[in-house]
């Protein structure tokens, strides 16, 4: 029983997650993606998003930051 509760609270942050990281503005979002898939350089990033590098790295804090935010809104849901 034990296990189940864990996988579905599991499941519900995912959900929760997944939620927030859509709720992000669509350049915060698309730079945020592409850092999390871990396979591309800040200079790689950059480039396919014809941005200034210093720019992808603002956008990927800032969208960092709102999900910090986001999900410690939901940690009393989170708790059930």
Same mark, same amino acid.
Do not use: C
């Given at each position: 029983?034990?296990?189940?509760?864990?996988h579905?609270?599991? +499941?519900?942050?995912?959900?929760?997650?997944?939620?927030?990281?859509?709720?992000?503005?669509? %350049?915060?979002?698309?730079?945020?993606?592409?850092?999390?898939?871990?396979?591309?350089?800040?200079?790689? +990033?950059?480039? +396919?998003?014809?941005?200034?590098?210093?720019?992808? %790295?603002?956008?990927?804090?800032?969208? %960092?930051?709102?999900l %910090?935010?986001a999900?410690?809104?939901?940690?009393?849901?989170?708790?059930?």
């Amino acid at each position: 029983y034990e296990q189940n509760e864990e996988h579905q609270q599991a +499941m519900e942050q995912q959900r929760l997650f997944q939620e927030a990281v859509a709720a992000l503005p669509e %350049k915060q979002r698309v730079a945020f993606n592409l850092w999390a898939l871990g396979q591309y350089s800040l200079d790689d +990033m950059a480039t +396919m998003l014809h941005e200034n590098p210093e720019t992808v %790295k603002t956008r990927i804090r800032f969208a %960092k930051n709102k999900l %910090k935010q986001a999900l410690a809104a939901f940690e009393p849901q989170l708790a059930h």
